[in-house]
């Protein structure tokens, strides 16, 4: 069958995309940026006969979308704006969904496949965010294909929003607050069952024009969730009940504590105070699963963090920082108006493993000079609203343009060419990038062959733009010249 995913680049989509395709299916993923697909990776799925074909669209703007073809028999809608922050998110999702269908027209599409969250409660009760995608449902419902729409509450694996939220506050609190929405029920399931449900409705005739609930084995407050989570890794965690916590201190407590964005944070809260427990079972007649339990899921994602086989996180979605896709096709570095400090190393060793420390930067990492200084520059980022060093990395040596990279992200990354070109999202009075290249060496007075040029530049926004930089020169000075001679000497261990 010929298949449309849209949300390709998420978490979910990553995800289904290697099933689809070892299924034998010709797939069109829709993405808003080519760039940061890592069409490489799915290239050796490719021997069961099905095919792989990249189309650049943005569904808030219906012109973008004239790509789409009209051969298409299944449209898969994994797009949502959760953790974006923008006050409006419920009108753009609406003019999202409105435009999705609106691309379809004159097409040979026989099932739109939407997941969606879980709700028990009406529409004027729930949070914004919850709302939001029941509203996308009633689109979906009301458009001229049929639609299959699948409600599922936390989705239990590594790299979702969900899971690293709660990891974070496992591994890292022995006693934690619990505010009172943590009584709610909730049925949280694995992302493997996930992955299963939206393969096992496809083309499905008695799901079409259904709604149902998706649900894992087991309900749990989600203060069980917690502690189940700690049981599993070993840990011995307290709960200090303080049900007096408004929703919005609740959001700032997970804000701080974990890797999540404030705006994040709220949705996640907001719709948290919800009865997420699923209210019907229907879709285990139509398809039979063998559910993976809360306990098996959790060590089956940590199994994947081990193996560093990790698909896809949130981290790696925009929303997780303050860039929109615009930048990401706007990759050159400027050099007008803008301060520049540069560090030039010459070296002799082999310019793959130069690289090699290149691409292994921040993250568990760090950044090879007065990690102090950059952890204290993170916590201040946090403080202010910004992304902080608590994203980290989804890889420990892979980097794709899209990637979250600490507070920044990747804008290039040519390992072949050896160059690396980072965007700052961390909160600023400007703009500011990091450039990594490896090169050869033109200086004939200098007899290494290569060299390391680390080029960092900071657009400054007004007067405090400028006393801003002027302000860090001099640390710049102690952290970026040992950064850069770092990069250049650091050896690792050889593999046998």
Same mark, same amino acid.
């Given at each position: 069958?010929?298949?449309?995913?849209?949300?390709?680049?998420?978490?979910?989509?990553?995800?289904?995309?290697?099933?689809?395709?070892?299924?034998?299916?010709?797939?069109?993923?829709?993405?808003?940026?080519?760039?940061?697909?890592?069409?490489?990776?799915?290239?050796?799925? %490719?021997?069961?006969?099905? $095919?792989?074909?990249?189309?650049?669209?943005?569904?808030?703007?219906?012109?973008?979308?004239? +790509?789409?073809?009209?051969?298409?028999?299944?449209?898969?809608?994994?797009?949502?704006?959760?953790?974006?922050?923008?006050?409006?998110?419920?009108?753009?999702? =609406?003019?999202? =969904?409105?435009?999705?269908?609106?691309?379809?027209?004159?097409?040979?599409?026989?099932?739109?496949?939407?997941l969606s969250g879980i709700v028990n409660h009406p529409k004027e009760e729930l949070s914004p965010h919850l709302a939001s995608r029941l509203n996308v449902e009633e689109i979906l419902h009301a458009g001229p294909y049929p639609a299959t729409v699948l409600r599922a509450a936390i989705i239990v694996g590594a790299g979702s929003a969900s899971f690293e939220i709660i990891r974070d506050l496992v591994e890292k609190l022995p006693i934690m607050i619990a505010?009172?929405?943590?009584?709610?029920?909730?049925?949280?399931?694995?992302?493997?069952? *996930?992955?299963?449900?939206?393969?096992?409705?496809?083309?499905?005739?008695?799901?079409?024009?259904?709604?149902?609930?998706?649900?894992?084995?087991?309900?749990?407050?989600?203060? @069980?969730?917690?502690?189940?989570?700690?049981?599993? &890794?070993?840990?011995?965690?307290?709960?200090?009940?303080?049900?007096?916590?408004? #929703?919005?201190?609740?959001?700032?407590?997970?804000?701080?504590?974990?890797?999540?964005?404030?705006?994040?944070?709220?949705?996640?809260?907001?719709? %948290?105070?919800?009865?997420?427990?699923? $209210?019907?079972?229907?879709?285990? +007649?139509?398809?039979?699963?063998?559910?993976?339990?809360?306990?098996?899921?959790?060590?089956?994602?940590?199994?994947?963090?081990?193996?560093?086989?990790?698909?896809?996180? !949130?981290?790696?979605?925009?929303?997780?920082? &303050?860039? @929109?896709?615009?930048?990401?096709?706007?990759?050159?570095?400027? &050099?007008?108006?803008?301060? *520049?400090?540069?560090?030039?190393?010459?070296?002799?060793?082999?310019?793959? +493993?130069?690289?090699?420390?290149?691409?292994?930067?921040?993250?568990?990492?760090?950044?090879?000079?007065?990690? !102090?200084?950059?952890?204290?520059?993170?916590?201040?980022?946090?403080?202010?609203?910004?992304?902080?060093?608590?994203?980290?990395?989804?890889?420990?040596?892979?980097?794709?343009?899209?990637?979250?990279?600490?507070?920044?992200?990747?804008?290039?990354?040519?390992?072949?060419?050896?160059?690396?070109?980072?965007? =700052?999202?961390?909160?600023?009075?400007?703009?500011?990038?990091?450039?990594?290249?490896?090169? #050869?060496?033109?200086?004939?007075?200098?007899?290494?062959?290569?060299? %390391? *040029?680390?080029?960092?530049?900071?657009?400054?926004?007004?007067?405090?733009?400028?006393?801003?930089?002027?302000?860090?020169?001099?640390?710049?000075?102690?952290?970026?010249?040992?950064?850069?001679?770092?990069?250049?000497?650091?050896? &690792?261990?050889?593999?046998?």
């Amino acid at each position: 069958m010929k298949i449309l995913l849209t949300g390709a680049n998420g978490y979910i989509g990553m995800r289904l995309l290697p099933v689809l395709l070892d299924e034998g299916h010709d797939v069109v993923c829709l993405v808003r940026d080519e760039r940061r697909f890592p069409f490489r990776q799915f290239e050796g799925l %490719l021997e069961n006969g099905g $095919s792989l074909s990249i189309i650049e669209g943005d569904l808030l703007e219906s012109d973008s979308l004239f +790509e789409i073809p009209k051969d298409i028999e299944i449209a898969y809608y994994l797009v949502h704006s959760m953790g974006s922050g923008k006050e409006n998110f419920y009108d753009l999702e =609406a003019l999202a =969904a409105k435009n999705f269908l609106t691309s379809l027209e004159g097409s040979q599409v026989r099932q739109v496949i939407y997941l969606s969250g879980i709700v028990n409660h009406p529409k004027e009760e729930l949070s914004p965010h919850l709302a939001s995608r029941l509203n996308v449902e009633e689109i979906l419902h009301a458009g001229p294909y049929p639609a299959t729409v699948l409600r599922a509450a936390i989705i239990v694996g590594a790299g979702s929003a969900s899971f690293e939220i709660i990891r974070d506050l496992v591994e890292k609190l022995p006693i934690m607050i619990a505010p009172k929405w943590l009584q709610t029920p909730c049925q949280p399931i694995a992302v493997r069952n *996930v992955i299963d449900y939206l393969i096992g409705v496809l083309d499905s005739e008695a799901t079409k024009g259904e709604t149902f609930d998706i649900a894992g084995p087991d309900t749990f407050s989600y203060a @069980d969730i917690l502690l189940e989570f700690a049981e599993v &890794r070993g840990l011995k965690r307290v709960l200090l009940p303080v049900p007096f916590i408004t #929703p919005k201190l609740s959001s700032y407590w997970l804000y701080f504590m974990t890797s999540t964005s404030y705006a994040l944070a709220r949705s996640l809260v907001d719709s %948290l105070t919800h009865n997420m427990a699923s $209210s019907e079972n229907r879709i285990r +007649e139509i398809v039979p699963l063998d559910l993976i339990p809360y306990r098996g899921a959790v060590e089956r994602a940590f199994s994947m963090i081990e193996q560093n086989q990790v698909k896809s996180s !949130w981290i790696d979605s925009l929303s997780s920082g &303050r860039m @929109d896709v615009h930048r990401l096709r706007r990759i050159e570095v400027p &050099r007008h108006g803008v301060s *520049v400090d540069q560090r030039v190393v010459s070296f002799h060793r082999s310019p793959d +493993e130069v690289a090699e420390n290149i691409w292994r930067i921040g993250g568990a990492e760090g950044w090879y000079s007065m990690d !102090w200084a950059w952890k204290l520059r993170g916590w201040l980022d946090r403080v202010f609203g910004g992304a902080g060093l608590r994203r980290g990395r989804r890889h420990p040596v892979e980097l794709n343009p899209g990637d979250a990279l600490d507070f920044w992200r990747v804008l290039v990354s040519e390992r072949e060419n050896g160059r690396l070109i980072l965007f =700052a999202e961390m909160k600023l009075p400007g703009e500011a990038w990091l450039e990594f290249r490896v090169e #050869p060496n033109r200086n004939a007075s200098i007899e290494a062959p290569w060299r %390391l *040029v680390q080029t960092a530049t900071f657009r400054p926004r007004g007067v405090l733009g400028r006393l801003y930089w002027l302000g860090v020169l001099p640390f710049h000075h102690f952290v970026f010249t040992q950064m850069a001679n770092e990069i250049v000497t650091k050896e &690792r261990p050889r593999e046998d």
